[in-house]
């Protein structure tokens, strides 16, 4: 079972990226999914969990109308669609699903490596 | 939002000390709650679920209480491989918040 992360890099501020997060040894499709990111010295913050049919999501105040969760299924795969962006939103983004298929009640069990975001003013 | 606030957020300690790191709900979150270890440059490992089962695989000296509001997560006889940094996370409801973290780290 393994995450992982791609797609950071440097951006300027107002730009969009779009991260992945690419699952090997199981079914995506199966559980939840979340995002988590961590500026540099500071704690993890999490961001956005989209329901095992993508029938449910929620994210975080700090992302909400500018971030997008979504999955690929062909790819078996994760997405983020970062809007907007801002410099606070520069952090480390890590994948992690949880161990139901439920949008909330179930816990973040497997995490990928992470991927860097730098937002640029 | 649900606010966890964990403490202390520093504890300095020993091999083979035993310590405590305490997380506390705004709100009743049942026992939804996680407990992940973070080492420098390394992602969150995950520990506890349910506050107090332990993940297949992890040494057994790690352990977890609490229900409703107020929840504790325990290192009996501390392993130099243990000083590292420890989050809770409620998952309970939408959005998921984190405790800001306890490093534990050398007396």
């Known amino acids: 079972v393994q995450l992982v992360e791609s797609g950071g890099g440097v951006v300027q501020a107002g730009r969009s990226l779009r991260l992945s997060c690419a699952a090997s040894?199981?079914?995506?499709?199966?559980?939840?999914m979340n995002w988590v990111r961590q500026a540099q010295g500071k704690g993890l913050e999490w961001v956005a969990v989209t329901s095992f049919d993508g029938n449910k999501e929620y994210y975080a105040a700090s992302v909400k109308g500018r971030f997008t969760i979504s999955r690929d299924h062909s790819r078996n795969s994760l997405l983020l669609q970062m809007n907007s962006l801002r410099p606070d939103d520069t952090a480390i983004y890590y994948c992690a699903t949880s161990r139901g298929g439920g949008a909330a009640t179930t816990p973040l069990v497997t995490w990928g490596r992470g991927t860097l975001v730098t937002v640029s003013s | 939002e649900i606010q966890m606030t964990q403490s202390p957020p520093s504890l300095p300690a020993s091999v083979g000390d035993t310590v405590t790191i305490t997380c506390q709900a705004s709100?009743?979150?049942?026992?939804?709650l996680n407990w992940f270890q973070q080492k420098p440059g390394e992602a969150p490992k995950f520990l506890i679920y349910?506050?107090?089962n332990l993940e297949t695989g992890v040494p057994s000296r790690f352990s977890g209480s609490g229900s409703g509001t107020d929840f504790n997560f325990t290192i009996s006889s501390l392993q130099p491989e243990d000083f590292a940094t420890y989050y809770c996370?409620?998952?309970?409801?939408?959005?998921?918040?984190f405790g800001p973290g306890t490093k534990v780290d050398f007396k």
């Open positions: 040894g199981f079914n995506l499709r199966v559980y939840a």
């Open positions: 709100r009743d979150i049942d026992n939804y």
């Open positions: 349910d506050a107090s």
């Open positions: 996370l409620q998952y309970d409801s939408a959005p998921f918040t």
